[in-house]
C-alpha cells in the first residue's frame, strides 16, 4: 500500500502524491491516472491504430477522451465530499445532496451527451458499429469510459436508468456493453479478482440517488 | 471562442468538452490542457532533457507532476463554486467558506509540501539551485506550477503570506520566483497580453481568505 505522499528514498525520484502508481521495467514508478495510461496505451495497442506521422496526434486524441472521462469521475466522487476530502461523508450530507441534485440534473447527461456526440460523428462509426470512440479499435479512452460509466451505474441505479430510458445515450450504453462483453474483460469481471465498490470513489447513497 | 462543445462539422473528429484547445498544423485539434501540454511538450524542450529511451520516461514523470499542479488548479477552483458549477458564487456562498476553510489548512499545504519534497529530492537540486522539479532545465510541469502558484497567490493573499512565512516551502516559493524571471516569460508577464484574473479559475474573495 502505497502512503499518501510516497517515501523517495524508496520510490526513486520523484515522490508521489497519491496511488495508483506503476513500477515500469526501468524501475521508474509513475504515478496519475491518466500519466500511466498515456505512457502504456501505445505498448498495449490501445492508443489507436494511426501509424507514422499520425500516431502521436491519435495518442494525444484518446488521451484527451481519458482526461474528459476522468474528468467525470472525479466529478462523481466529489459528490459524496463537496467540502472536504478528509472529513466523513455524514458530516457533509446536506451539501452532498444539494451538489448531487445539480450533478444528476446537468453534469452526467452534458458528459453522456459529449461522449454520444463522440461515438456518433467518428467517421468510422458507420461501419464498425458506433461503439469506439477513436478508429475501430478499443482504445484506453473506451476502457476508462467503461469504467466510470460502470460506477456511476453502481452510485446512481435510478438515474442512470430513467438516462438510459430517454434513449438519448444509446451509443453510450452499447459502448459499455461491447467493452464489458470484450474477450479478457468479460472473463475477469466475473472472476471475483475485481474489487467490490465500497467506499471509494463510487459509493451508493440512497439519498444522493433519483430519477432526475 | 469555443461553445462548451464544439461542433465536429467545424472542428474535425472529436468534438471538444471545454476549452482550451489547440489547433495543430495538420489541422487536428487537441483539448484538454494536460493532453495539450504533453503533445506539445517535446517540441520545444519541456518534457525533460532525456533522450533515447529515457525520452518517453522522463516525459510521462513531467506529464504526472503537471497533472498534480493541475489536481491544485482544479482543487482552487472548486472552493468558490463547490455545489453547483451552473449557479453564481452567491447561491452557495456558505458551502464555499466550508469547503475553502479545509483547503486552507489541510489541501494547499498538503500540495505544496509535495511540491517541496519533489524539489529537494531531485537529484540535480544540489548543482541546479533546486527550482527545477524534473532536471536541470524548464519543464512544462515547472510553468503550470508556476501559473498555478500565481494563481493561487492572487485568491489567497493572506493565506500564502503565511506559508511563505513558515519557511516550509522555500523550494516552490523559489521555483515561483525563477520561472516568473526567465527571459520571454518575464517580459510576457509586464506586456499587458496577459489576462488579468477575475472571474475564472482565480478569484478573489475577502471572505475565503484568512492566515491560517
Redesign the interface.
Known sequence: MFS??ID?KNSG?????APPALK?P?G?I???T???L??VAPKFGLAGEKEG??E??AR??V???V??AL?LN?ETH?THH??????YYAN?KE?AI??TK?YRA??LP??L??FE??LE???EAKTNGGTY??GSTTTTADLVLFQVLDGVSFAFPRRIAALKKSGKYDKVFALKERVGGESGIKEYLTSGRRQKYSEGIFRHYEELDGEE
Open positions: 499518501t505522499i523517495p525520484f520523484p515522490p508521489h502524491f515500469l526501468s521508474r509513475i504515478s496519475q491518466p500519466a500511466i498515456n505512457h506521422e499520425d502521436e496526434e494525444s486524441t488521451n484527451q477522451l482526461l474528459t474528468d472525479n466529489d463537496p467540502i472536504d476530502v478528509g472529513d457533509q451539501a444539494a451538489k445539480a446537468s453534469r452534458k458528459f451527451g459529449y456526440k463522440v460523428s467518428n467517421p470512440l477513436v
